[in-house]
């Protein structure tokens, strides 16, 4: 039942990503499955949990089979052009193959294995985990419901899930991916969390092959996948790497948009309108990064007089955010509002926000060289930046979603832990969405671009491949 179940969300996550796009690589296509498909389950559960449908696994499966069928019929619509994809596919070019690129995804391998083994033998025991997102899980699979959880509407709860910080305003996507996992019979929610991983290994070198040499991305997709907090915390089950996941990828697709302006290639952008949408539906704050992408597209439609794309863009982001608060208030779950709406100026505030921040910056143990490599690679490419408008919006959609998060951390009133526990720790989590983003700027900017085209020369036999 448990692989079954797995192939399922797999397979469903494949004929969404071919039915928003046929430009993706078979890597990608792969890379995106388990997440897309997941994504979509923890919806379908919502949907169904509302429509008084109760949650267990012959149900979800079921529901996903309807939707699945959809998608079918509608690549069956569009089967000149999944059938054009799938040749695709048996197009064979000159090997693109040298030692160090076999190294470094030998390397990548060894990475997926060990964690992947760590992440299956260790038992559940962060906190978060442990009395939230596990829990809130475990609670779904036995109970089958989310509006009339015991642990969102019992008396004996109320006071903890009513209180600031609550697990119960989370969006679901983890928590429900776990119970999931748990209806099919699995003894560990991690599991999600494995394949997760895996997913985002593929996913990450797919994109970034679409900019860089296979020994470029190779060697990247390894150091991304090495920064120590962010390694150490995949093979928990908490929201901040697959949170990770979701978001930066989302903000990847968005700048394969921009650059590959081509006809074939415009479907990108509602790849990362999908991918948008779940880190919006893993965490909250995901707000951030949908700002930043809205505001180069707003941007881009100012200059053509065109909103259409901006809006359903928009739209699609923030509906499933929407959507579960709308759930929530419906079936009075609800707990204290921490986020202060109206705009205000604390100086002392402000001031722990970036000394705190700075801090985590350059702590290599947390994040290994990924920023302080950043800083110096953006510093060298400052003459191309100006003159060639070298990776302009990639740079600026890290910066601007770095701001927004931010703002948003400013904005919050601290009534249920002080302000430094939440930077020093939960701050330093959500930067892990960061981490390949600009591990990505660092390997597509144009010096080190420039770099290793010749080091692929160099290690390929002549004819050179493109």
Same mark, same amino acid.
């Given at each position: 039942?448990?692989?079954?179940?797995?192939?399922?969300?797999?397979?469903?996550?494949?004929?969404?990503?071919l039915?928003?796009?046929?430009?993706?690589?078979?890597?990608?296509?792969?890379?995106l499955?388990?997440?897309?498909?997941?994504?979509?389950?923890?919806?379908?559960? #919502?949907c169904?949990?509302?429509?008084?449908i109760h949650?267990?696994?012959?149900?979800?499966?079921?529901?996903?089979?309807?939707?699945?069928?959809?998608?079918?019929?509608?690549?069956?619509?569009?089967?000149?052009?999944?059938?054009?994809?799938?040749?695709?596919?048996?197009?064979?070019?000159?090997?693109?193959?040298?030692?160090?690129?076999?190294?470094?995804?030998?390397?990548?391998?060894?990475?997926?294995?060990?964690?992947?083994?760590?992440?299956?033998?260790?038992?559940?025991?962060d906190?978060d985990?442990?009395?939230?997102?596990?829990?809130?899980?475990?609670?779904?699979?036995?109970?089958?419901?989310?509006?009339?959880?015991?642990i969102?509407?019992?008396?004996?709860?109320?006071?903890?899930?009513?209180?600031?910080?609550?697990?119960?305003t989370?969006?679901?996507?983890?928590?429900?991916?776990y119970?999931?996992?748990?209806?099919?019979?699995?003894?560990?929610?991690?599991?999600?969390?494995?394949?997760?991983?895996?997913?985002?290994?593929l996913?990450?070198?797919?994109?970034?092959?679409?900019?860089?040499?296979?020994?470029?991305?190779?060697?990247?997709?390894?150091?991304?996948?090495i920064?120590?907090?962010?390694?150490?915390?995949?093979?928990?089950?908490?929201?901040?790497?697959?949170?990770?996941?979701?978001?930066s990828?989302?903000?990847?697709?968005?700048?394969?948009?921009?650059?590959?302006?081509?006809?074939?290639?415009?479907?990108?952008?509602?790849?990362?309108a999908?991918?948008?949408?779940?880190?919006n539906?893993?965490?909250?704050?995901?707000?951030?990064?949908?700002g930043?992408?809205?505001?180069?597209?707003?941007?881009q439609?100012?200059?053509?007089?065109?909103?259409?794309?901006?809006?359903?863009?928009?739209?699609?982001?923030?509906?499933?955010?929407?959507?579960?608060?709308?759930?929530?208030?419906?079936?009075?779950?609800?707990?204290?509002?921490?986020?202060?709406?109206?705009?205000?100026?604390?100086?002392?505030?402000?001031?722990?926000?970036?000394?705190?921040?700075w801090?985590?910056?350059?702590?290599?143990?947390?994040?290994?060289?990924?920023?302080?490599?950043?800083?110096?690679?953006?510093?060298?490419? #400052?003459?191309?930046?100006?003159?060639?408008?070298?990776?302009?919006?990639?740079?600026?959609?890290?910066?601007?979603?770095?701001?927004?998060?931010?703002?948003?951390?400013?904005?919050?009133?601290?009534?249920?832990?002080?302000?430094?526990?939440?930077?020093?720790?939960?701050?330093?989590r959500?930067?892990?969405s960061?981490?390949?983003?600009?591990?990505?700027?660092?390997? #597509?900017?144009?010096?080190?671009?420039?770099i290793?085209?010749?080091?692929?020369?160099?290690?390929?036999?002549?004819?050179?491949?493109?």
């Amino acid at each position: 039942m448990i692989t079954i179940g797995l192939i399922i969300t797999v397979v469903a996550g494949i004929l969404l990503a071919l039915s928003i796009s046929r430009c993706l690589s078979l890597v990608e296509v792969l890379g995106l499955s388990f997440p897309l498909g997941i994504g979509l389950q923890t919806f379908l559960m #919502v949907c169904m949990d509302w429509a008084g449908i109760h949650l267990t696994a012959q149900t979800v499966i079921i529901t996903t089979f309807v939707v699945m069928a959809g998608l079918g019929a509608y690549l069956f619509l569009q089967r000149k052009q999944v059938v054009e994809w799938g040749r695709t596919l048996f197009k064979f070019g000159y090997p693109t193959v040298n030692w160090l690129w076999l190294l470094g995804i030998a390397a990548i391998v060894v990475v997926i294995i060990v964690n992947v083994t760590k992440t299956m033998y260790y038992p559940t025991f962060d906190t978060d985990s442990v009395r939230g997102f596990n829990l809130v899980g475990m609670a779904v699979a036995h109970e089958g419901t989310i509006k009339n959880l015991s642990i969102f509407t019992d008396v004996n709860f109320l006071p903890i899930q009513q209180a600031a910080g609550s697990y119960l305003t989370y969006v679901p996507l983890s928590q429900l991916s776990y119970a999931y996992v748990y209806m099919l019979g699995t003894e560990t929610s991690k599991i999600v969390n494995a394949l997760i991983f895996i997913s985002f290994a593929l996913s990450f070198y797919g994109v970034l092959r679409r900019f860089a040499t296979p020994t470029l991305t190779a060697l990247t997709t390894f150091f991304v996948l090495i920064t120590p907090e962010m390694l150490g915390f995949s093979s928990m089950s908490g929201t901040n790497f697959t949170h990770a996941v979701y978001a930066s990828l989302g903000i990847l697709y968005f700048v394969s948009y921009f650059y590959k302006k081509i006809p074939s290639q415009l479907s990108l952008l509602w790849v990362s309108a999908a991918l948008l949408m779940l880190n919006n539906w893993t965490r909250s704050e995901g707000i951030a990064f949908i700002g930043a992408a809205g505001c180069v597209l707003l941007w881009q439609s100012i200059k053509a007089k065109q909103y259409k794309q901006l809006i359903c863009f928009g739209l699609l982001c923030i509906f499933p955010f929407l959507f579960y608060n709308i759930f929530l208030k419906v079936h009075h779950l609800e707990s204290v509002q921490v986020f202060i709406l109206k705009p205000f100026w604390d100086a002392e505030k402000m001031g722990t926000i970036f000394k705190e921040v700075w801090v985590l910056f350059k702590t290599q143990t947390y994040y290994g060289v990924t920023f302080v490599l950043f800083f110096f690679v953006a510093l060298s490419n #400052v003459w191309n930046i100006y003159k060639r408008r070298d990776h302009v919006v990639t740079l600026f959609l890290i910066i601007l979603s770095w701001l927004f998060y931010t703002i948003l951390v400013y904005q919050i009133d601290y009534i249920w832990d002080s302000i430094l526990n939440v930077l020093r720790y939960s701050y330093k989590r959500f930067l892990f969405s960061f981490v390949p983003l600009v591990w990505f700027y660092i390997a #597509v900017n144009h010096n080190v671009t420039w770099i290793f085209n010749k080091i692929d020369k160099f290690l390929f036999p002549p004819p050179y491949p493109v």
